[in-house]
């Protein structure tokens, strides 16, 4: 199984970036999905996930500029990012819950990163 992200990039304060994490391999179902992100020296923190079935969550920082949605059909998560401020500067990650093969339980796994910058 592989996480493939991409969409990452420079934009200017103000600006929107749209962020898509595609799951491939041996797949016979996904829970949540999301997106992480660290900037230098920061711990990974938690930007939005999403269910299977659609609920979400956001951290509180991007809360009413970010949406997380994804294509079941296409295993794939993207992240609309509206109103990009420099605070929004790090590595992006994705991650999924990935069934593998049956019998089998699911893992997490973890996407490349993507460099998402954010100029003032």
């Known amino acids: 199984v592989q996480l493939q992200a991409s969409g990452g990039g420079l934009v200017q304060a103000g600006g929107s970036l749209r962020l898509s994490c595609v799951a491939s391999?041996?797949?016979?179902?996904?829970?949540?999905m999301g997106w992480y992100r660290q900037a230098p020296g920061n711990q990974r923190d938690l930007v939005a996930e999403?269910?299977?079935?659609?609920?979400?969550n956001y951290a509180d920082s991007v809360k009413g500029r970010f949406t997380i949605t994804r294509d079941n059909a296409k295993h794939t998560v993207y992240l609309e990012m509206n109103s990009l401020k420099p605070e929004d500067t790090a590595v992006y990650f994705c991650?999924?819950?990935?069934?593998?093969?049956?019998?089998?339980?699911?893992?997490?796994?973890w996407g490349q990163g993507t460099l998402v910058t954010v100029s003032s």
């Open positions: 991650y999924a819950e990935i069934l593998p093969r049956i019998p089998g339980k699911y893992e997490d796994h």
């Open positions: 999403i269910t299977s079935w659609g609920p979400t």
């Open positions: 391999g041996s797949i016979f179902g996904i829970n949540d």
